[in-house]
């Protein structure tokens, strides 16, 4: 969280949640929900009570994840998600259409406090019935061995249960909830799920984070499926007719769909904020965020792992996967000194002079040529330009990689 006062005020996490209720109200209402963490259940019921202080009505779900808290509040008011890990308490906040409210108002929630005014809180025990029902409602049962990871947080209220009610036989590991470790969907945080999934004769594995917004998988041949091949297999079953990516997204969505794709930048709320401006029926991102609109546009990955079992029940992941168009890849970055806007200017100047079929410049500037392209962005961690690069040839890769890296020096020579 950011701090809880410009006068540097310093406030403990209490006191902080308390008073940040009283602030954030929206329309008389607020959904909350909070992951499974012990230090997340005195944290909402502070937060509930500042809520209810200022007028406010609460409705709690307990224990579930973001996107099931999001369909709640779909068109009613914003939700909050309140967290707890190795002692670091953290809130997300939502408007009423799942999308990320501006960082900035975390920032403002503990000031303007109105006065006294007591509200009400109400438990809503159906939400989870609810998610499920919505989702069973659209997909048909599935009959495809599932290895489930839930990371023993929110998503196991839900998950399990639904894949089980599609049809799916299901093995579930870490869905008893108690301390949760943070974890994440990389490859290297799959390799336990990999081992049981191998077990599992011609089963898959899924792994969901800790909030229940991101979602990678292990095929039947037990090999790592990255988000951004989840998202290619998303969209040749789906067929969107709008779609909306990251603008850090392979081109293979380009090859792969023939419907109107549009690129944001690279974060969820951009996504999530792109998908609600242009009324996409699909969208997603290499970080394992798949926004279903039916439901809500907070990233689902309960809605994306009963899709990919659905998936899965059609057809064998692994060769729908080895069927998908192959690319050449590389990443770099260069350290910098010196004015960021003023190094903007000369890199934005650099690459309007080159030749290039499209420009998109969201969180950077993303170069699209003929058989390849090009992304250009800042760090918002640390003084580095990141610059990667894709293409359909090796050759082709090498020149591109060498054009980014070329205008980036000389707009840094010339600082």
């Known amino acids: 969280m950011c701090p809880a006062e410009e006068d540097n005020t310093e406030y403990d996490a209490l006191e902080t949640f308390i008073r940040a209720g009283r602030s954030i109200g929206s329309n008389g209402r607020i959904y909350m929900g909070r992951c499974a963490g012990y230090e997340s259940q005195m944290l909402s019921k502070a937060f509930a009570s500042g809520a209810m202080s200022a007028g406010v009505d609460v409705y709690d779900l307990n224990i579930v994840p973001a996107p ?67 989702i069973l409602r659209i997909l048909s049962g599935a009959d495809c061995p599932v290895v489930i990871d839930c990371s023993s947080d929110s998503s196991s209220v839900i998950i399990p249960e639904l894949l089980s009610e599609m049809g799916c036989d299901v093995v579930s590991v870490n869905s008893e909830m108690g301390r949760v470790n943070p974890k994440g969907i990389e490859e290297s945080d799959l390799r336990d799920l990999a081992t049981i999934t191998a077990g599992n004769t011609g089963g898959i594995g899924i792994a969901v984070n800790n909030d229940g917004t991101r979602i990678a998988a292990v ?76 439901l809500s546009l907070c990233p689902d990955a309960v809605y994306a792992s009963a899709l990919l079992s659905k998936i899965a ?21 260069i350290r910098y000194d010196g004015d ?76």
Not at 96 to 113: A, F, H, K, Q
Not at 262 to 267: K, L, Q
Not at 315 to 333: F, S, V
Not at 347 to 363: F, P, Q, T
Request: net charge negative; with cysteine; hydrophobic share 35%.
């Open 219 to 294: 095929d039947e041949s037990n090999r790592y499926i990255s988000p951004e091949l989840l998202l290619a297999l998303f969209v040749k079953y789906l067929e969107p007719k709008k779609l909306v990516v990251s603008v850090t997204t392979s081109m293979m969505i380009d090859d792969l769909s023939h419907c109107e794709i549009i690129r944001s930048g690279a974060t969820d709320r951009s996504v999530g904020s792109a998908m609600k401006t242009s009324d996409a029926d699909f969208g997603g991102s290499p970080l394992g965020s798949f926004f279903f609109p039916k």
């Open 68 to 134: 099931t808290l999001s369909l709640s509040s779909r068109n009613r008011g914003d939700s909050v998600m309140i967290c707890s890990y190795d002692d670091v308490p953290s809130m997300n906040i939502r408007n009423s259409e799942g999308i990320p409210s501006d960082p900035s108002r975390v920032c403002s929630i503990t000031r303007n406090l109105t006065p006294l005014n007591i509200g009400s809180i109400t438990e809503m025990n159906d939400a989870v019935e609810k998610h499920k029902d919505a």
């Open 340 to 415: 960021r806007s003023e190094i903007t200017e000369r890199i934005s100047e650099r690459v309007r002079a080159l030749e290039y079929e499209n420009l998109i410049e969201k969180d950077g500037w993303r170069v699209e040529m003929e058989f390849g392209w090009f992304l250009v962005r800042f760090s918002s961690k640390e003084p580095v330009i990141r610059f990667n690069a894709e293409a359909r040839d090796k050759v082709y890769l090498v020149m591109l990689m060498d054009v980014a890296k070329g205008l980036i020096e000389n707009a840094l020579r010339e600082s």
């Open 313 to 333: 029940e059609e057809g064998r992941l692994c060769e729908m996967i080895d069927a998908l168009p192959e690319y050449y890849r590389n990443k770099d970055q």
